[in-house]
């Protein structure tokens, strides 16, 4: 259980998405205008990765890695090895997620959804989501792990998300050079808060 | 000091519009109303304002505040450097005296590179020449060791203006606390450095004394070996008739950065700045309430020597002091509203005592913490003013 909390506060913040791998940026730095806007994403993106991570695990378990179809196949089926599939395996289990908070959305919220326009639907392609489930793999976890290792790592990137933010409506009442404005001044408030976000490297649990 | 008034109002025309010098106004205005109060006064009608109080008085008060800390410093500076060279008749005036020739290049730097940053940018970006480098430059030395390089404080003063503050559109609007994020780029630039043994200056070869380790109590404390208590390892540990006690702590006769090592000098000034209303009392109470609760908290939960050392140690020891009064208070990069600075401070203090408590690779906690907490101000505000937002609405349409 002690476990499982360390896994959860180390992906929030020690190993955050945003902050110490640069995943997900596109949509980090395109839906961060308003609080509001940003928390929506931010829940869909923790909802999807709560969901697919553990969906990846078992179809990594009892499909794709190797020998895992002997529990269907018996022993013939030990050196069958799938793995060449896992990136399409994982982007269709993470399309058809995303497709279904589409929906969600669109009738639970219909102002969210106008307001995360095409930045909704490309959720499927953010590399915050596939790189949790890829992590998932590399790292050997178990099923309880994943599932917990998916939803901090969603409430990481929640948390960057909201935090720019918010910094970037305040940013209104701020004189930033032309030449700087949008993005450029994004990119480098990202980085003075990656700066802030060391304080949790080195932190062993 | 007529003549130079009169000399100033003869040269004005230049500076104004279509004047000869039309570009280097904000230089000339920023001289100007350093020098003496500006005359414009609002109309009979219109909103009139009670106090003379601007941007320059309030940042001259945070840089007065700092006075008994920077001397302190450089007292405290040839202090060590005596002790850890062992000569031991040395006088007040010797110490005091070695530690201003160590400080004041420093300071002198900081403010150079500060200022040059800031006048090229008020030139170019036609915005008036800011006040807040005069307590940056100010902050910056006081938050480094001595034996820091001098190009080190100016590239850290560079990035620090330019990408802390001028890139946002100058004072005001800046994200993190400029002093701090020049010594976090320091930090992570020039590790060796500001990190190590670096907080005792003028140590080289022949002065080097037997016995002498140059760490701070915070890295003692980081060390302790387990089943040991912290307090006993630190009064254990002395050099040069320095102990680490409680109140050699809290005087801050230890080695440290510039300003930090003194509690009681930082009190000073946080007396004056509470008292004129510079910086938020919440914020200070805040971050001191945090750190001690929590230190009671890991003192309860003791699994190793570190959480086990009484949670007033954190209080004194390292930088925490320092950097509630004259860091986390910034007014810019702090919480704005009531709520939030109190949920602002008390996170600082948490987060300091458990990156040092929990991190090895940091020893200090309170830069990164704050630092943090800056990213996160705007968004404790946010959600202060919606839970104001929506209880207000409540209480209306009842």
């Known amino acids: ?205 | 000091m007529k003549f130079l008034r009169e000399k100033l109002d003869n040269i004005k025309p230049d500076f104004e519009k279509g004047g000869k010098f039309e570009k280097f106004h904000y230089l000339f205005e920023a001289v100007d109303t350093i020098l003496y109060v500006p005359k414009e006064v609002t109309g009979s009608k219109g909103v009139q304002v009670k106090d003379a109080n601007d941007l320059k008085r309030l940042m001259m008060t945070v840089v007065i505040a700092l006075v008994p800390a920077l001397l302190f410093g450089m007292y405290n500076v040839g202090y060590q450097h005596y002790a850890a060279t062992g000569v031991t008749d040395a006088s007040f005036g010797d110490m005091f005296i070695y530690g201003a020739i160590q400080v004041l290049p420093i300071v002198l730097v900081a403010y150079a590179v500060g200022g040059m940053v800031e006048g090229t940018f008020s030139v170019l970006r036609k915005h008036p020449l800011a006040e807040g480098f005069l307590v940056t430059g100010m902050l910056v030395p006081l938050c480094i060791p001595a034996s820091i390089p001098l190009w080190q404080v100016a590239v850290a003063m560079i990035f620090a203006v330019v990408l802390g503050v001028e890139v946002f559109g100058g004072v005001g609007t800046n994200v993190l606390n400029v002093a701090l994020t020049a010594r976090a780029f320091l930090y992570f630039a020039y590790p060796t450095d500001i990190s190590g043994n670096v907080w005792t200056s003028g140590i080289e070869g022949a002065n080097l004394v037997e016995g002498f380790t140059g760490a701070t109590p915070l890295a003692i404390a980081n060390a302790t070996p387990a089943g040991e208590s912290v307090v006993a390892t630190l009064e254990a540990s002395s050099y040069g008739g320095i102990n680490f006690g409680f109140m050699d702590m809290f005087l801050g006769f230890i080695p440290g950065s510039i300003g930090e090592t003194s509690t009681l000098a930082i009190l000073l000034g946080a007396i004056l700045l509470i008292a004129t209303g510079v910086a938020s009392w919440r914020i200070m109470v805040g971050v001191f309430g945090g750190a001690y609760l929590t230190g009671l908290l890991l003192n309860a939960l003791a699994v190793n020597a570190y959480m086990g050392m009484p949670a007033h140690y954190h209080l004194v020891i390292g930088g925490l002091a320092f950097g509630a009064v004259f860091m986390a208070t910034d007014p810019v990069t702090a919480a704005h509203t009531t709520v939030g600075k109190w949920v602002y401070g008390i996170l600082i203090g948490v987060l300091t005592v458990i990156i040092r408590v929990f991190n090895p690779a940091y020893p200090e906690g309170i830069m990164l913490a704050i630092l943090l907490m800056n990213v996160f101000a705007p968004l404790i505000d946010h959600y202060v003013v919606e839970s104001n937002k929506k209880m207000r609405l409540k209480r209306a349409t009842v």
Not at chain 1, 10 to 28: D, H, P, Q, R, W
Not at chain 1, 63 to 88: C, H, K, N
Not at chain 1, 142 to 155: C, H, K, Q, R, T
């Open chain 1, 1 to 205: 259980m002690l476990e499982l909390v360390n896994l959860g506060i180390k992906s929030i913040f020690i190993e955050n998405m945003v902050f110490a791998y640069f995943l997900g940026m596109c949509s980090y730095l395109a839906v961060s205008k308003k609080v509001d806007t940003a928390m929506g994403l931010g829940l869909a993106v923790t909802f999807v990765l709560t969901i697919t991570v553990p969906v990846n695990w078992l179809l990594q378990e009892y499909v794709l890695r190797e020998g895992a179809l002997s529990w269907l196949l018996g022993a013939q089926a030990a050196e069958i090895d799938l793995t060449f599939l896992q990136a399409i395996m994982f982007i269709a289990v993470i399309a058809s997620m995303v497709q279904l908070v589409e929906m969600i959305i669109e009738k639970v919220s219909p102002a969210l959804y106008g307001s995360l326009g095409i930045f909704l639907p490309l959720i499927a392609v953010n590399c915050a989501i596939l790189g949790s489930s890829m992590f998932m793999v590399q790292r050997e976890m178990g099923l309880g792990e994943s599932a917990v290792y998916g939803f901090s790592s969603g409430i990481g990137w929640l948390l960057a998300i909201i935090a720019i933010a918010a910094i970037r409506e305040r940013l209104k009442y701020s004189d930033v050079p032309d030449a700087m404005k949008g993005l450029g001044i994004t990119m480098v408030i990202t980085g003075l808060m990656g700066m802030a976000f060391m304080s949790f490297m080195g932190i062993a649990l």
